[in-house]
């Protein structure tokens, strides 16, 4: 791989370029599902291929390739130079980047038990009591039980002179109760919905989950939840779980913050921001209680990496504090714009795409609150579990989020159960309500596999570590 | 292509066929794809991104008995492949039985003729071509003090699919789609979007001017009241709502588990006898694969049939656990979400987009959606904002530019309301790379349930 990185380099220079980084990314994945009594898919999958990034007269070109024969390494950065070329015709003034030192290193994420060193025997028997376990309960229509895993391997090099190598495997598990009645489909997910939880380890965080031992609970609220009540249409008091608030903080500040839509450059596709660059440092963003720190050091998640897809170190650093706007999620390019250094944030989702602009694990800090004693701190209100849809505006400012599972709070106790609640807002207006968080002890890091960005479309593994919060005044029950 | 040069889809059954030869089952499927494209994106009135890829692909489903087993890689050398296909083989023998599994496809005596359509050369749309049409597209917005955003893309891919049971399929795929996202200082925003299989078509300026005429009518845009409206939607925000339709409510999976609408509502006129919602990736003005991801040859279905919600599509899995016809919608194996389609397109209508803004008194036009996301399923009730161009209808004229809004609607119930269908049919590319074949829609009732302002 470094040989194949360095003769991209090479070409690229001899091409013309003034700067070039070359990336060579080497993954191996795995799904396993099992649906409603039938394994649906037991499918793996390898690649291999040659990212080459340069600025040549002052803009940037990008080429891929999976052929990594000497001639086609070649042929990728020439046409990688010929891209920047075509682009600089409509540039005024070159691409600035924020420096940065060119570190040779290696950094290898962590992970006890090889997940590809599992018998796959072991992942279907284990998969398959869980389904198994969901259909116990009979008004259960519909079961599901997936398993992931994935194991990356990349070298980055810039004509700069860096060199890094980094390798990191991940694993994500998840089981689903469906009821089906005419016209109403209810959904349990444990641990979370959309694939699951994600973290990067190996298969000793699968077995942590405990997908067997929680179906029956799953599959029991599934059921119940088809005797639920209406979410009411009113303004009241929230209490969202963590997974919800992971979610939460990762539409309405993780993307909001991302310098790359801050400055315009993805307005045609995921939009832009309701935050201007300048607002740094005075932004009013949230209430008090809002503490939010990018943390790409943060060990096991999704985010986490010894050095971004520029060369840039892994960093921790505030995003809010305070409830002040308080940093940008940036690259290179994007911290030059204002004047800064790079946050480390510049992540590509695999060979064949540019960094852009991503979050690594966004977090709200834990606050004191035990659980239990806000919701008997809360006179009236519904606590919210479980994402099951998501929706904000182009500028990050007007959300929508569905769960799967909410109950009535009054007098400071949980009630009737509740299915499909929503709940709507505007993105400082709810963050200014925030008025208490749950304290470390309910406070996980949550991992988010399905992060859409760019085009060509990227799908970055993200993070999100969160508490329990409660938000006052919060419209729910949209078009209940 | 140049003189000598295979075409893709040659490339990829090549590669099919050397891979198919290394796999050892009962039964043995590959799908092999050689694609190459590029995409130039522009935002702040230059052009910031410039990429392009060219990459390989080879997926090998084994069958043993009844088990199976998938295995996929990008690298295309002898070795790689035999890994490949021990990796399929090793999960196939691992599986267990499967007795619903009726068997690979078989080929189809007679399947329906593919269009004919031209061949798509990527070298003649290179990086300055790209950059020449993204230059004129940005000096519509430029010279109007106006920033503009969006991209020129193209791809070509040779698409395979060999299997023991005789199926020989290939075929290449190629488009070119465009798209602005034209911005004032204000606020005001405009878009517009290109889809076609031949570049050299590709209006630039004319798009550009578009989306730049948008963005200074949206200047100054006030908050729409919540509240149901009648509405006039574009094609684009069209699009939005027949992809979701495809993805919830048309697919096999979905109809057996009774999470669609159709499976509730099967025959009956639930409907305007107007709408017609088909899939056709044989349309001529469709750039689908003319065959689905087992190699059969896709057919037209009637999803929607003059107002009844009449068949959803099928594979070879769900047409024979279904005692249905297979439609040739499969997607690639191991395929937990069913068939779905991918061409999708509502028969068009006679009235003008005039006309039917004429016909209101109060409501309101969209241009597009953002962010569209479904809260039920089987109503298919989205959530979503207007974006880049909504406008009041004030006694059948557009008047006040509408800040972005917010909807909370139910299609099923929407389409209940259909008051007009547009006799002009746009091709809109999909996030996902398909593409829908839509009209503009006039629909009674929409609600918008909140707003960015």
């Known amino acids: 791989m470094r040989d194949i990185?360095?003769?991209?380099?090479?070409?690229?220079?001899?091409?013309?370029?003034?700067?070039?980084?070359?990336?060579?990314?080497?993954?191996?994945?795995?799904?396993?599902?099992?649906?409603?009594?039938?394994?649906?898919?037991?499918?793996?999958?390898?690649?291999?291929?040659?990212?080459?990034?340069?600025?040549?007269?002052?803009?940037?070109?990008?080429?891929?390739?999976?052929?990594?024969?000497?001639?086609?390494?070649?042929?990728?950065?020439?046409?990688?130079?010929?891209?920047?070329?075509?682009?600089?015709?409509?540039?005024?003034?070159?691409?600035?980047?924020?420096?940065?030192?060119?570190?040779?290193?290696?950094?290898?994420?962590?992970?006890?038990?090889?997940?590809?060193?599992?018998?796959?025997?072991?992942?279907?028997?284990?998969?398959?009591?869980?389904?198994?376990?969901?259909?116990?309960?009979?008004?259960?229509?519909?079961?599901?039980?997936?398993?992931?895993?994935?194991?990356?391997?990349?070298?980055?090099?810039?004509?700069?002179?860096?060199?890094?190598?980094?390798?990191?495997?991940?694993?994500?598990?998840?089981?689903?109760?469906?009821?089906?009645?005419?016209?109403?489909?209810?959904?349990?997910?444990?641990?979370?919905?959309?694939?699951?939880?994600?973290?990067?380890?190996?298969?000793?965080?699968?077995?942590?989950?405990?997908?067997?031992?929680?179906?029956?609970?799953?599959?029991?609220?599934?059921?119940?939840?088809?005797?639920?009540?209406?979410?009411?249409?009113?303004?009241?008091?929230?209490?969202?779980?963590?997974?919800?608030?992971?979610?939460?903080?990762?539409?309405?500040?993780?993307?909001?913050?991302?310098?790359?839509?801050?400055?315009?450059?993805?307005?045609?596709?995921?939009?832009?921001?309701?935050?201007?660059?300048?607002?740094?440092?005075?932004?009013?963003?949230?209430?008090?209680?809002?503490?939010?720190?990018?943390?790409?050091?943060?060990?096991?998640?999704?985010?986490?990496?010894?050095?971004?897809?520029?060369?840039?170190?892994?960093q921790r650093f505030d995003v809010v504090r305070e409830g002040v706007l308080a940093g940008f999620l940036s690259s290179r390019e994007s911290a030059a714009a204002i004047g800064r250094a790079s946050t480390g944030c510049a992540r590509a989702s695999g060979w064949n795409r540019i960094p852009l602009v991503r979050m690594t694990t966004v977090s709200l800090e834990p606050g004191a609150w035990d659980l239990d004693a806000l919701i008997a701190d809360t006179d009236d209100g519904i606590l919210m579990e479980t994402n099951s849809s998501w929706s904000i505006d182009d500028k990050r400012l007007n959300f929508q989020f569905a769960c799967e599972i909410g109950w009535e709070i009054k007098g400071g106790k949980l009630g009737r159960m509740i299915k499909n609640p929503n709940y709507t807002g505007i993105t400082p207006q709810f963050w200014a309500s925030c008025d208490a968080v749950c304290s470390a002890a309910h406070w996980q890091v949550w991992g988010v596999p399905n992060c859409g960005k760019g085009e060509p479309m990227q799908v970055a593994h993200v993070a999100h570590g969160a508490a329990p919060a409660r938000f006052r005044n919060v419209q729910v029950g949209v078009a209940r | 292509m140049s003189t000598g040069t295979p075409m893709p889809h040659e490339a990829a059954l090549e590669l099919a066929q050397r891979a198919f030869a290394l796999a050892d089952g009962d039964e043995v499927e590959v799908l092999a794809a050689v694609e190459r494209s590029a995409l130039t994106r522009f935002a702040n009135n230059r052009i910031h991104q410039n990429v392009a890829e060219r990459a390989s692909s080879v997926s090998v489903r084994v069958v043993i008995g009844t088990r199976q087993g998938v295995a996929a890689t990008d690298l295309t050398g002898d070795d790689a492949l035999a890994r490949c296909c021990a990796r399929a083989r090793e999960a196939a023998l691992r599986a267990p039985e499967d007795p619903s599994f009726p068997g690979l496809p078989a080929p189809v005596a007679a399947a329906p003729s593919a269009p004919a359509r031209p061949s798509f050369d990527l070298d003649a749309f290179d990086a300055d071509a790209r950059a020449d049409a993204a230059a004129a597209i940005i000096a519509q917005s430029a010279e109007r003090g106006l920033t503009a955003a969006g991209t020129v893309s193209a791809s070509v891919a040779g698409v395979a699919v060999v299997n023991s049971r005789g199926i020989r399929s290939a075929a290449t795929r190629g488009a070119a789609r465009a798209t602005v996202l034209s911005m004032d200082d204000s606020g005001g925003s405009g878009w517009a979007s290109w889809l076609g299989a031949d570049p050299t078509a590709l209006p630039a300026d004319s798009l550009g001017d578009r989306a730049a005429l948008l963005a200074q009518r949206s200047a100054g845009a006030q908050p729409l009241e919540p509240g149901v409206y009648p509405v006039v939607l574009a094609p684009d925000a069209v699009a939005d709502l027949v992809d979701f339709l495809g993805y919830t409510s048309f697919g096999a999976r979905d109809y057996h588990e009774r999470r669609s609408f159709v499976a509730l509502h099967e025959g009956e006129q639930l409907f305007p006898e107007s709408l017609t919602i088909v899939d056709d990736a044989l349309h001529p003005a469709a750039i689908g694969l003319p065959f689905d991801y087992e190699g059969v040859p896709r057919r037209r279905v009637a999803l929607v049939d003059r107002g009844r919600p009449a068949a959803v599509v099928t594979d070879s899995y769900w047409a024979a656990k279904l005692g249905r016809e297979n439609t040739g919608h499969a997607l690639p194996a191991p395929n937990p979400y069913g068939p779905l389609p991918l061409d999708l397109a509502i028969e068009p209508g006679d009235a003008t987009i005039d006309e039917m803004i004429a016909g209101i008194e109060r409501g309101v036009y969209v241009t597009r959606f953002h962010y569209v996301n479904v809260e039920d399923p089987v109503s298919v009730l989205l959530t979503g904002m207007t974006r880049d161009g909504a406008f009041l209808i004030e006694d059948g004229r557009l008047t006040k530019p509408l800040a972005n809004a917010r909807f909370t609607q139910s299609v099923v119930e929407a389409l209940k309301g259909l008051v007009a269908i547009g006799r002009d049919r746009e091709l809109i590319g999909t996030e996902g790379g398909g593409s829908t074949l839509v009209p503009a829609l006039a629909l009674a009732a929409w609600r918008f349930t909140g707003s960015t302002a």
């Open chain 1, 5 to 314: 990185v360095a003769a991209a380099l090479d070409a690229a220079e001899v091409a013309g370029a003034a700067y070039a980084e070359a990336r060579v990314v080497s993954e191996r994945s795995e799904r396993i599902s099992v649906r409603t009594g039938r394994v649906d898919g037991i499918a793996s999958s390898e690649t291999l291929g040659l990212g080459i990034r340069v600025i040549a007269d002052g803009a940037w070109g990008f080429a891929a390739t999976s052929d990594l024969g000497a001639g086609a390494v070649a042929a990728a950065a020439r046409e990688a130079v010929w891209l920047a070329r075509a682009a600089a015709r409509t540039w005024q003034a070159p691409v600035r980047l924020a420096d940065s030192p060119a570190v040779r290193d290696e950094w290898h994420g962590r992970c006890e038990v090889d997940p590809f060193s599992v018998a796959l025997d072991d992942k279907l028997a284990l998969l398959i009591a869980a389904e198994e376990a969901l259909r116990a309960e009979p008004s259960v229509r519909v079961t599901e039980a997936s398993l992931d895993a994935l194991s990356v391997r990349k070298v980055f090099a810039s004509t700069a002179g860096a060199l890094i190598e980094q390798s990191h495997t991940e694993v994500g598990a998840g089981i689903v109760a469906r009821v089906v009645t005419d016209g109403e489909v209810l959904t349990r997910s444990y641990p979370n919905s959309h694939g699951g939880q994600h973290v990067q380890a190996g298969w000793e965080a699968v077995l942590a989950m405990d997908l067997v031992g929680n179906a029956p609970r799953v599959a029991e609220q599934a059921a119940a939840l088809a005797h639920a009540i209406p979410c009411p249409s009113d303004t009241t008091t929230v209490i969202l779980d963590g997974s919800q608030m992971a979610l939460q903080v990762h539409e309405s500040i993780g993307h909001p913050t991302e310098l790359d839509r801050v400055l315009g450059d993805e307005a045609a596709f995921a939009g832009t921001s309701w935050v201007r660059a300048a607002d740094l440092g005075t932004l009013r963003y949230g209430s008090e209680h809002v503490n939010v720190v990018a943390d790409a050091t943060t060990p096991g998640s999704l985010g986490s990496f010894g050095y971004d897809d520029e060369g840039v170190p892994a």
